[in-house]
Every structure is written in structure tokens, then in C-alpha cells.
């Protein structure tokens, strides 16, 4: 029997995993993402390539009323062709700190701004081809103040009950990763 954590690969241990980067080529510089093709040395000496999609970061809100309801946002997202309903969320400024991001974004998208924002986790969202890490956290103690949305943003925002988001979540209503992923930190599973 194998033990939580022990090394199993094909009867023999893997002691070294890393891919070491000999080569690195810009394909792509975008506004809000950065396309290279990285020629790399795996562990058994062989070279191969990675396609690696560079992402500055973004943080997640799942924002919890006095009564224990949770804001959603509702938006078109134009890569999926699909109006989504999501906790808020939004791309990290260079160099910013993603506390100040979580509140920032909480504030534009919702309307509102917490008394209390906690750290719950951090996650890549797809480590096979992009780097881009997501800072999740919970924010109570909500007061209503003004919606700021982006020029290019349009969002409709909604409250749901811990039962309501049980059932949108096996219904298959959410099918956003990092609301998902959210709602079971913080406990809406």
C-alpha cells in the first residue's frame, strides 16, 4: 500500500521534476496578457517546448451580507459566448497589493465596501498553460456606497441565499472556476 505523500512512479521513485527554461520567445504582448514559447530541458535530459500565457494576476471576492446572503455578479464574457454569474473579481495593477486590489474590485463591480476583508487562498487557475495566480478572499460587514464600473463593463448585481447558490451550483447555473471555488472556501458548498 502507497502512504499519503509517498513518491510512486512505474515501481520507482521521481526525485527530480523540474523543467529547467534554455530558451524563451515573446509571441504575443497584450493589455492584459503576454504569449512566449519556451524551449526547456525536462528531468530525463530531453528538450521540449511550453506554450505559457503570462498573466499579471487577479484577486476574488466573495462578499457576505448581515444576513449571510453572498453578491453575485452577472456578465457577458465574450471568450465563452455565455452571460456568467460570478463572485467579483478583477485583474491586479502592477505592482499593486491584492488586498487593496480585493477592495478595489469589490467596490467598482458591487457597489459596495467591506469592513472586513480575510484572506482565504490563493490558486493558479490553470497551471498546464498560464501562470496567472488568483487571490481569493471573503469580505463582511458590507455598506453600500457607489457602483464604479470600467467603461467597457456591464454588470448586473444579485444576492443569493447559502440555499439558493447550493442549488444554482448543482443545477450547473455557476460555471465559473474561481466561484466555485469560493463559495466552497467560504463555506456555500
Not at 526547456?40 to 535530459?45: C, W
Not at 517546448?49 to 498573466?55: A, K, L, N, Q, S
Not at 467591506?114 to 496567472?132: C, I
Not at 458590507?142 to 444579485?158: A, H, N, T
Amino acid at each position: 500500500m502507497i502512504a499519503d505523500g509517498q513518491i510512486f512512479l512505474g515501481g520507482r521513485s521521481m526525485s527530480k521534476l523540474t523543467e529547467t527554461k534554455i530558451e524563451s520567445q515573446q509571441i504575443f504582448s497584450g493589455k492584459i496578457l503576454n504569449v512566449r514559447l519556451d524551449r526547456v530541458v525536462l528531468p530525463n535530459g530531453k528538450e521540449a517546448t511550453r506554450e505559457v500565457v503570462g498573466h499579471p494576476g487577479a484577486v476574488a471576492v466573495v462578499p457576505v451580507t448581515d444576513d449571510g446572503r453572498v453578491i453575485l455578479v452577472r456578465q457577458y464574457r465574450y471568450p465563452v459566448e455565455e452571460i456568467l454569474l460570478e463572485i467579483p473579481a478583477g485583474k491586479l495593477d502592477r505592482g499593486e497589493d491584492p488586498d487593496d486590489c480585493a477592495r478595489r474590485e469589490l467596490e467598482e463591480e458591487t457597489g459596495f465596501v467591506a469592513g472586513s476583508l480575510e484572506k482565504l487562498t490563493s490558486f493558479y487557475t490553470a497551471p498546464g498553460f498560464t501562470d496567472e495566480k488568483i487571490h481569493l478572499y471573503i469580505a463582511r460587514d458590507l455598506v453600500q456606497v457607489v457602483q464604479k464600473l470600467d467603461g467597457d463593463e456591464f454588470i448586473d448585481v444579485e444576492f443569493y441565499s447559502a440555499q439558493t447558490l447550493k442549488e444554482l451550483v448543482a443545477s450547473n447555473a455557476i460555471k465559473d472556476a474561481k466561484t466555485l471555488i469560493g463559495l466552497f472556501m467560504a463555506g456555500y458548498q
